[in-house]
């Protein structure tokens, strides 16, 4: 079955840095655009970047553009997140899946990332 398990969350300060990785199985990994999703207290999951089958294409939400980078290996089967200049309105539960989402592909725990002096 497809399984995704997000790691690489924890407490940073802000300006700081973290690097969240996900490893994806139970599908033909390469042949999906993926993303990162996060979602923070209150509110609902949104997507935050996202990466296309070889790389070619990524796209971010306005508010993480510039500070997160997202990047994958489709060898391994994994994709990664480098955040940096993190604010406190980055603290969230982050997840990857596919994107656009997969109705059948489920959610992983996610990781939480929280942002505070």
């Known amino acids: 079955q497809v399984q995704f398990v997000e790691s690489g969350g924890g407490l940073v300060q802000p300006g700081g840095s973290l690097r969240l990785s996900c490893a994806a199985s139970?599908?033909?990994?390469?042949?999906?655009?993926m993303g990162w999703y996060r979602q923070a207290p209150g509110k609902e999951r949104e997507l935050i970047a996202s990466?296309?089958?070889?790389?070619?294409?990524?796209n971010y939400a306005g508010s993480v553009k510039g500070r997160f980078t997202i990047s994958r290996d489709n060898a391994k089967n994994t994709m990664d997140l480098q955040m940096s200049s993190l604010k406190s309105e980055d603290t969230a539960v982050y997840y990857c899946?596919?994107?656009?989402?997969?109705?059948?592909?489920?959610w992983g725990q996610g990781t939480q990332v929280t942002v505070s002096s």
């Open positions: 990466i296309s089958t070889g790389s070619r294409i990524t």
């Open positions: 139970g599908f033909t990994f390469s042949g999906y655009f």
């Open positions: 899946n596919a994107a656009p989402g997969v109705s059948t592909f489920s």
